[in-house]
């Protein structure tokens, strides 16, 4: 049998016959003064509670919560953000779940907060978000009178456990594959997580074992238990002469103790609930650019993200002043926080280090950029050249100078302060590059090395008869992206081991490779992604951490003549998408010489030696192969699933005995 509810705003509290049995006023000053304080505190802290006397310690609270993937929540608490203490907490939470595929139990008034669930609890009469249980077996105090020193105040109790029902539990001690919303903002005092029970070692020092409620990892706000007492994992470490109600145990002749601003009412807040009168604009907090750094020519076109502390909406063309004198202007990403502009380089305009104007340069341009709920957002811009800024992350040149070098020259005795030209030598290809003309030349002089550089045009690159290298420890030594022709003769690049690939090829239209040695990159020697073609000529790749020669590109086609493959970790020559016709060359030492893995592989007087699979064709993928030496393999071939391989009729290759071939050879081609 239940009584009547109570009048209250956001909480709303049904008292149960065993409340208005100890009380006869409990229930309207729950539904009054304790709902006031939530109301006060918050603009959506809305739930339906039913409260009840039983057989329990001191208080407990049952509740119902939905799984939320942690994109989810993170965009949830971005989409209701309001106030400083939601910018700071959101600003460290990083983007990837750092309880990895976790998901998050969110309590049902929270998403409500949180604008993941619709309506109101009282929309369905006799449902509620939670039930609180209070002790019938300890003398409780109503805050009438004087408290006794073995009474416990009953309103601080159901505060607690109300706090629950709104979602401040943690599940740390849980062991399962759920987290709740608290258990983002719980760390070690050295600001490290983890989810174990240790100790309650004071959070105001650094330590490893202990738990503490923090909004940015770094200040330490509350002390969470943390050790497997008995208490809940949710709750602050009691401290009877500085009581809080989130206590993990109520303390007798204590009394008129309520949600606290620095406590109960902030972690509230951060976990997704607003404050009232708490309104702060979303921010611009980052400007950069997916574009590859390098130069840029008339046509280019150039990406440029602008990343704001909360989702906004877009109307229109807002644009973005640029320091070349060129406007970029907006072009995707309403509704995210995330918004990406495109700027098409135009004649006259130039800037060795492109970045905006001002930071006012973001413009409405007669559209609109607004927050969640229509809000006002700031357009204001990190300083140019600070961080976060556009020119401070990025290394992009816009150069339309007319009056540039048909043919270029780089020296290690040069600098990139000179023109490039015969008397006055650049130091590196970038400078250089920046200096010549599409389809021109860039002469290296003498030996040395010349730095990493991202080719944007049709260029001429040679180096004859000298050492001229490139040492790339991260990134890439060459990256081509440029739709015209590109020919390089003569370069050595190293990737230490650490350098990511040797040339990366995103766009071109044909690519000429002489007399180069590629060497000791973490990824491939060589990765064609482009659809266009590739000629590779007298030429060493080796020593990559996964391919020699990658090609997946469908539309792709490459020639390799007279070139080795050796010591490749995956292989040597290796078509995912594409073909590739290989002749008088060699693979060795690599788990699969020559692969057509998914594409087409021709090979023509090569040869394979020392690999654990000479030849090897998978996932439609097919290998031809005449007039080649196949020895010391420990498989001469191998047809994987769906793979074909066939050599000539006439036999023309010779394949030594004791090389355990994998698969049956299909019928072989005729030669004419």
Request: net charge negative.
């Amino acid at each position: 049998m239940k009584a009547a509810s109570g009048t209250g705003s956001g909480i709303v509290y049904t008292c149960d016959v065993t409340i208005n049995a100890v009380s006869a006023t409990a229930c309207d000053t729950l539904n009054t003064t304790i709902a006031a304080l939530y109301s006060n505190a918050f603009t959506n802290a809305n739930a339906c509670i039913y409260i009840q006397m039983g057989d329990t310690a001191g208080g407990l609270s049952s509740w119902g919560y939905t799984e939320y993937s942690y994109n989810d929540y993170r965009n949830a608490l971005i989409a209701v953000a309001a106030g400083a203490n939601d910018t700071t907490a959101i600003n460290n939470l990083p983007e990837t779940n750092p309880f990895g595929s976790n998901t998050v139990g969110i309590t049902f008034a929270l998403q409500r907060a949180l604008g993941l669930l619709t309506g109101s609890c009282s929309d369905n009469p006799g449902s509620y978000d939670g039930t609180i249980t209070i002790s019938n077996s300890i003398p409780l105090y109503f805050r009438t009178g004087s408290i006794s020193n073995n009474q416990y105040d009953f309103f601080m109790i159901a505060e607690h456990e109300t706090d629950e029902v709104l979602g401040t539990a943690s599940c740390a001690f849980c062991g399962s594959s759920i987290v709740y919303p608290a258990d983002y903002f719980r760390y070690h005092s050295d600001g490290t997580r983890s989810f174990a029970a240790g100790t309650n070692d004071p959070c105001s020092s650094s330590d490893s074992t202990n738990a503490c409620f923090s909004i940015d990892g770094v200040h330490m706000l509350q002390q969470y238990n943390n050790m497997s007492n008995g208490n809940d994992a949710g709750d602050w470490v009691t401290n009877c002469a500085s009581p809080l109600v989130q206590d993990a145990m109520i303390c007798g002749g204590i009394s008129g103790i309520d949600i606290s601003p620095t406590a109960e009412i902030l972690a509230l807040d951060v976990f997704g609930y607003t404050l009232v009168g708490s309104s702060v604009p979303g921010t611009v907090t980052s400007v950069a650019s997916p574009t590859p750094n390098g130069t840029y020519w008339v046509g280019a076109s150039i990406a440029i993200q602008i990343a704001f502390s909360e989702a906004v909406t877009v109307t229109g063309t807002p644009q973005l002043a640029l320091n070349s004198g060129g406007t970029a202007s907006y072009s995707s990403g309403s509704g995210t926080s995330t918004l990406t502009f495109i700027y098409i380089v135009e004649p006259g305009q130039n800037t060795t280090s492109l970045d905006y104007t001002s930071t006012g340069s973001l413009t409405l341009n007669g559209g609109s950029i607004q927050g969640p709920g229509n809000a006002t957002v700031s357009l204001t811009l990190p300083a140019p050249g600070a961080p976060g800024s556009l020119g401070a992350g990025t290394d992009i040149v816009i150069n339309t100078i007319a009056t540039m070098n048909n043919r270029s020259f780089v020296s290690t005795t040069g600098s990139d302060a000179n023109n490039c030209s015969a008397s006055a030598y650049c130091r590196s290809f970038a400078a250089a590059l920046a200096l010549t003309n599409p389809e021109g030349e860039i002469v290296v002089v003498n030996s040395g090395g010349y730095g990493p550089v991202t080719i944007t045009q049709p260029v001429v690159i040679t180096a004859i008869d000298i050492d001229a290298s490139i040492t790339a420890t991260s990134g890439n030594a060459l990256t081509i992206n440029t739709t015209g022709n590109v020919t390089i003769t003569g370069l050595n690049l190293n990737g230490d081991g650490t350098g990511n690939d040797g040339v990366l090829v995103q766009s071109v239209g044909f690519l000429r490779l002489y007399n180069m040695q590629i060497q000791n990159f973490a990824n491939n020697g060589i990765e064609f992604t482009a659809s266009g073609n590739l000629a590779l000529y007298d030429s060493k790749v080796n020593d990559s951490g996964h391919d020699g020669l990658l090609l997946q590109n469908a539309s792709a086609q490459a020639y390799a003549h007279n070139s080795d493959f050796d010591h490749n970790a995956f292989a040597g020559a290796d078509s995912v998408l594409g073909n590739i016709i290989i002749a008088d060359s060699s693979a060795d030492y690599n788990q699969y010489g020559f692969y057509a893995d998914g594409a087409t592989v021709a090979l023509n007087n090569d040869r394979a030696t020392f690999n654990t699979n000479a030849m090897a064709a998978s996932s439609t993928g097919k290998l031809y192969f005449a007039d080649c030496l196949i020895s010391d393999n420990t498989h001469a071939w191998s047809i994987l699933a769906g793979g074909t391989i066939a050599d000539s009729n006439p036999g023309t290759s010779l394949i030594t005995p004791g090389q355990s071939p994998i698969g049956t050879l299909a019928s072989a081609i005729a030669l004419q």
